[in-house]
């Protein structure tokens, strides 16, 4: 029998199915994302009304949601991992967000409501159980695995670059109802992607059964080592910079979605681009930039500069809080002349997307090489959590605009990020150390 049969472009074809399967859920994600606020803060009384709250409430809104649809991938791991296996999880969760953003499509408050509570628990149990899935396609150190997890990172890319195109354009100039209906057709495309892809992933995230082997079970019993906790404090720490990273970086869907909507000059020759549009550029620059940034860290490694993750991250957190000074800039501009222009907001997404290149993939990455085997899904879970929190307290920095001016907070988080990574980067060499070489020959040269 052939062994490449099946595979494609030298991965597995399941691969293939997963890219699919997430490129069009991230489509629905990002398309009803990209609506989300500007439905909410649209009047009723436009010709495309929508609810007419205040913009605080809106942005409210936006956090507490992006806090629960990454929160939700802790319980949708453990269902996962205690009674379903992943590919059954993946299943529920494209029912879930077939249904969620199908209801979202219906012109009432309760619809409103019900959608966005399908869509949490959807993305709970698709998000994580589907990535689980990218590296359980690949043995224990196949070389291929990372190769795989950065296709799969473009298969993410490509679904939030598109959608914004398109949902963001229908619900904008036709009807929002219209451009949740099409989020929802696009999370169908998927679950069909996934349900004809079965075949190609016979092996890989089924329920592995309720009784732990002896093994699992002794490992829990024993205590951490030294070793082991050192790690987890360092690890610990780095998932407060997860937190600050996206604290900062989700004012896209929320403050700045806005910002682009309603105080940006948007005319391009005469027509103006629609402000969901915007959302599309940070994953352009990451289709655009992301081998190349991969390429120059490969390059460091091979001229014996291999930079830590650590190192990697804080460097995220300076460079996408700078791009938050084009922000400042786009402020100041908009006091003056009543209007800002759109080339602030493509530096700043470009200051985000490099900043989000350095930390994202390398945070994953981290975590399944400091986190000890018995806490790993819990580490993995608490990395998310992470994620949802920063989403949240995003909300909560957007919402403080009102009362703050965009000027300050936009400046306000430029400081913070690149004060909070300075102060951390003092202590870099002492952090890495209690990482006992978990990350092999990292020297951290300039
Ligand atoms: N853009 C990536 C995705 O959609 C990461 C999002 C995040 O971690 N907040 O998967």
């Not at 029912?95 to 009432?108: K, S, T």
């Not at 992933?201 to 050192?230: H, M």
């Not at 900062?248 to 020759?269: C, D, H, P, S, V």
């Not at 001229?303 to 996408?320: P, T």
Request: glycine residues 12%.
């Amino acid at each position: 029998m052939n062994p490449k049969k099946d595979e494609i472009f030298g991965h597995p074809k399941g691969l293939f199915i997963l890219f699919f399967t997430e490129m069009w859920e991230r489509f629905s994600f990002y398309g009803m994302r990209a609506l989300l606020t500007l439905y909410l803060v649209h009047a009723t009384t436009t010709a495309n009304p929508g609810l007419g709250w205040s913009e605080k409430d809106a942005l409210s809104l936006y956090g507490w949601y992006l806090m629960l649809v990454y929160v939700s991938g802790m319980p949708g791991g453990y269902i996962a991992d205690k009674f379903l296996g992943q590919k059954k999880s993946v299943i529920l969760g494209c029912i879930l967000l077939v249904f969620g953003h199908c209801i979202l499509a219906v012109e009432h408050l309760w619809a409103f409501y019900t959608g966005i509570g399908f869509i949490i628990a959807g993305v709970g149990f698709l998000k994580p159980n589907i990535s689980t899935m990218v590296g359980g396609l690949y043995r224990n150190g196949d070389v291929r695995r990372d190769k795989g997890f950065t296709i799969f990172y473009m298969g993410i890319n490509l679904g939030g670059f598109i959608a914004p195109l398109i949902v963001g354009y229908v619900g904008e100039k036709i009807g929002w109802h219209y451009g949740f209906a099409l989020a929802g057709l696009g999370m169908v495309v998927g679950m069909i992607t996934f349900l004809y892809g079965q075949k190609y992933l016979k092996n890989v995230g089924n329920f592995l059964g309720k009784s732990k082997s002896q093994e699992d079970q002794e490992a829990f019993k024993r205590p951490l080592t030294k070793v082991e906790k050192d790690r987890v404090v360092v690890l610990l720490l780095s998932f407060c910079i997860v937190f600050v990273f996206w604290a900062a970086f989700e004012q896209a869907g929320g403050l700045m979605n806005i910002y682009a909507e309603q105080k940006t000059n948007r005319n391009l020759f005469g027509w103006t681009i629609p402000a969901t549009w915007f959302q599309s550029v940070n994953s352009m620059y990451i289709l655009l930039l992301g081998l190349p940034i991969a390429g120059i860290w490969a390059k460091r490694k091979l001229q014996g500069k291999q930079s830590s993750a650590l190192f990697k991250m804080l460097v995220g957190v300076i460079v996408m809080g700078t791009g938050f000074l084009f922000m400042s800039a786009a402020s100041k501009q908009y006091d003056a002349q009543h209007s800002s222009s759109m080339s602030w907001l493509m530096f700043a997404y470009l200051f985000h997307t490099v900043g989000e290149l350095c930390l994202s993939p390398v945070a994953l990455s981290y975590i399944t090489k400091l986190a000890p085997a018995k806490y790993a899904s819990l580490m993995m879970g608490l990395f998310w959590t992470m994620t949802g929190l920063g989403g949240k307290a995003a909300g909560l920095l957007g919402e403080s605009a009102s009362k703050y001016g965009e000027f300050n907070v936009f400046t306000g988080i430029a400081i913070f990020c690149v004060v909070f990574a300075g102060l951390i980067f003092l202590f870099l060499k002492k952090l890495n150390a209690m990482s006992h070489g978990a990350e092999d020959d990292v020297v951290d040269s300039a």
